[in-house]
C-alpha cells in the first residue's frame, strides 16, 4: 500500500506517494524528477546519491523514502540561487574537477556539508570527509583544490559582508 510522506525538499514543501520498499533516491529521480542525485553502486559504497537528510550525510539509496517523512531533505538541486550558482559549483567548474558528472552531485552536497560544519578545513580532513564519495574520471587532486578553492571564497565573501 503507497504511503503518503510530507517532507521539505531544498526548503520547500513536498508530498508524495511512495512504496514502502522504495529508497529515497528512487523517489527523488523517479516521483520527483529530481534527477541531480545519482545512482552509481545502490549499495552506499559511491556516494554518488548523496543527500543531506536533516543535518546529516546519508546515501539516500540506503534511506527508506518513509523515513523523510517530516524531515528536511537538501539535494544538489538545492545548491544554486536562481541562476546564481553556489561557490562549491563555481569552483568545481573553475578548477575542472569532474569529467563524466556521475559522482560530481555526491560531491558537492558533501562538501557543502563539510563547509557548513566546518568552512576552514585543512586539505587532510576535505580528503578525509569525501572520503566516501568515488570519483572514477578525475583522480581526486581537483576535487579537493576545487573545495579549498571554493571554503576560501565563501571566507572572503563572507568577511567582506561583515565589514
Known amino acids: 500500500m ?6 521539505h525538499i ?3 514543501a513536498a508530498e508524495f506517494l511512495c512504496d514502502p520498499g522504495d529508497t529515497l533516491l528512487q523517489v527523488l529521480r523517479d516521483n520527483l524528477q529530481l534527477t ?4 552509481g553502486c545502490g549499495s552506499g ?5 548523496s543527500v543531506m537528510l536533516d543535518d546529516r550525510l ?14 528536511q531533505i537538501g539535494t544538489v538541486e538545492g545548491l544554486a540561487t536562481g541562476d546564481r550558482l553556489h561557490p562549491l559549483q563555481q569552483a568545481f567548474l573553475d578548477h575542472a574537477a569532474l569529467q563524466c558528472g556521475i559522482c560530481t552531485p555526491g560531491f558537492l552536497v558533501a562538501a557543502k556539508a ?3 560544519h566546518n568552512p576552514s578545513p585543512t586539505e587532510s580532513e576535505v580528503r578525509f570527509w569525501i572520503a566516501g564519495n568515488l570519483c572514477r ?3 581526486y587532486d581537483k576535487i579537493v583544490r576545487a573545495i579549498l578553492a571554493a571554503a576560501e ?6 568577511a567582506g559582508a561583515q565589514s
Open 36 to 39: 541531480g542525485t545519482k545512482e
Open 114 to 116: 563539510l563547509l557548513d
Open 2 to 7: 503507497k504511503q503518503h510522506i510530507c517532507t
Open 10 to 12: 531544498n526548503g520547500e
Open 153 to 158: 571564497n565563501m571566507r572572503d565573501s563572507h
Open 58 to 71: 546519508v546515501c539516500s539509496c540506503l534511506v527508506l523514502a518513509v523515513e523523510a517523512q517530516h524531515h
Open 137 to 139: 574520471c578525475t583522480g
Open 45 to 49: 559504497d559511491c556516494g554518488a546519491c
